[in-house]
């Protein structure tokens, strides 16, 4: 007899789901699986924490960015980075973004996006894997990001030119893994998970705001970012 299939981490809850999920609020929180939780992440110093750490006495809205070239991910971040504290601070939530790559690559990212909320990487991917996040893209309509700015040919160009003339040639991470969105704690609670489908599948952040009580930012005031 084949044995029973795992219980997975937790389930999605996207704009294709059944209204009830999506509507549910932190009192009906999910737990994340110990082990996901003991996995290790690393801040912009190499110093090692439990990912079940950044959330344990506190709500987190938690996002996965593709890889620190994404020039999608470099202007969603950018507006992440546009959230102010107070508003945060009022709800007892904060922001942490997780990327994929060397913990070099954090200081430079932030610099370049503006961004001073909390950010770790997981270079290993575990963490990626065991919350399900897709690798490759899923043809599927996404509609038009308010996060996105630029167009693919010019995107990509810039992402390019930030690869060759970097200290270290690289591109930052794994190019073919998708990122997502959470909102977790306190403890191992899960409130609300999408997994992205492709790189314009990223949850809009007002939307996400509004699951935890922040009130919306208005996003079409941009910041004084180089863009090299």
């Known amino acids: 007899m084949a044995a029973a299939a795992p219980d997975p981490v937790t389930r999605q809850v996207s704009g294709r789901a059944a209204p009830a999920p999506a509507l549910s609020g932190p009192e009906r ?6 082990a ?3 996995l290790p992440v690393q801040d912009a110093s190499g110093k090692r924490l439990r990912f079940g750490a950044l959330f344990r006495e506190r709500r987190a809205i938690v996002v996965f960015v593709r890889h620190f070239l994404c020039y999608i991910c470099k202007e969603y971040v950018e507006d992440l980075a ?3 504290k107070s508003f945060l601070q009022e709800a007892n939530v904060t922001i942490i973004v997780i990327g994929q790559s060397s913990y070099h690559h954090i200081e430079p990212f932030c610099k370049l996006t503006g961004y001073a909320h909390e950010i770790y990487v997981d270079p290993e991917r575990e963490i ?15 509609g038009q990001s308010p996060h996105i700015k630029s167009n693919l040919l010019s995107g990509s160009l810039r992402s390019l030119w930030r690869a060759v003339t970097g200290p270290l040639f690289d591109f930052q991470g794994d190019p073919a893994q998708q990122g997502g969105t959470l909102i977790l704690g306190p403890g191992n609670n899960v409130h609300f998970m999408h997994r992205d489908r492709n790189r314009l599948d990223h949850k809009p952040i ?19 970012v180089i863009h090299v």
């Open 206 to 224: 007002n939307s996400v705001l509004q699951l935890v009580g922040v009130q919306p930012v208005n996003f079409t005031s941009r910041p004084s």
């Open 29 to 34: 929180g999910q737990p994340l699986a110990a």
């Open 36 to 38: 996901v939780a003991e």
């Open 82 to 84: 546009k959230i102010p």
């Open 128 to 142: 990626y894997k065991r919350l399900g996040m897709k690798r490759g893209e899923e043809i599927a309509f996404s």
